[in-house]
């Protein structure tokens, strides 16, 4: 059993040195042709890693040829693979800007987008990389409309619009929790949820935006001079109601309903 064991292990480093050995000649080799071929081996065999090195090197060297394609794709599908997606993203994008009507132009869409959508970061953090995935997408819904894959695709969107809309949600909810301080910020909540709410009118925080508005209204009211104050409180009325008919069941109603009492108290007939 031991010798078993002892000849497997034996097997399995050969293996591997063999595989390093393999590996070590097609770096060495001048011939972009074999580099190739050896890439698309390893490609297919899920070494993306050594696949990259070598697509890498050849990948500028067959511009105008018959290889020059597909080694554009598989270079993009191998850093996606590696979870190199920004990388991925660029020459998948340069795929598909380049061969518009190529073999592999929408699997090469689609992938680009993806990536940009797994790649996008924390909603604290800068959002450049979930703006640039939602462009991909939508730019692949706009190319194949009939695809399979676009309920995928609508999804990842609608996720990233989320994103996006949350954090609209936390700078107008910042704003508004400064209230008076160095001036007017109700008003900066209020431009902000609207904003928000044209920008990502499905958005999951849709409720939340519009409660934000009514309560951001409603302080603007109470703290304004008496002459401004009937005027506002019954703008902040008309803002209930539309936030009542749109949530009758919402979780905000007692704080809606509230604010509503107190409103119509200063609101002159």
């Known amino acids: 059993m031991k010798k078993i064991l002892t000849l497997c292990i034996l097997a399995t480093s050969l293996g591997l040195l063999s595989s390093c050995g393999e590996y070590q ?6 011939d972009s042709s074999v580099k190739f071929e050896y890439a698309k081996k390893w ?6 890693a050594q696949a990259a090195s070598v ?15 597909e080694t554009l794709y598989m270079l993009g599908m191998c850093n996606f693979y590696n979870k190199d997606y920004p990388t991925a993203g660029a020459y998948l994008h340069t795929y598909y800007t380049r061969y518009p009507k190529g073999k592999f132009a929408e699997d090469a869409h689609f992938y680009a987008g993806k990536g940009y959508y797994i790649d996008s970061p924390d909603v604290q953090l800068d959002q450049s990389a979930t703006v640039q995935a939602i462009e991909e997408l939508t730019s692949y819904l706009e190319y194949y409309p009939k695809s399979e894959r676009v309920d995928e695709v609508q999804k990842m969107i609608f996720d990233l619009q989320d994103k996006l809309a949350l954090k609209q949600l936390q700078n107008a909810q910042l704003y508004y ?6 001036g ?4 900066s909540a209020i431009v902000v949820a609207q904003n928000a709410l044209k920008n990502y009118p499905y958005s999951a925080y849709k409720e939340q935006f519009d409660m934000l508005i009514l309560k951001s209204r409603f302080k603007e009211a109470d703290l304004s001079v008496a002459e401004k104050q009937s005027d ?4 902040v009325i008309d ?13 905000y109603r007692s704080e809606a309903d509230n604010i509503f009492k107190i409103a119509s108290k200063h609101v002159k007939d």
């Open 25 to 30: 000649r097609v770096l060495k080799t001048h």
């Open 43 to 48: 490609y297919d065999e899920g070494k993306y």
């Open 55 to 69: 697509l890498s090197e050849i990948v500028t060297t067959f511009r105008g040829k018959e290889q020059a394609e």
């Open 177 to 182: 929790n400064l209230g008076t301080y160095g």
């Open 184 to 187: 007017n910020n109700f008003q």
């Open 232 to 235: 506002r409180f019954r703008q």
């Open 239 to 251: 803002n209930y109601y539309s936030f009542i008919n749109s949530y009758p069941e919402s979780k």
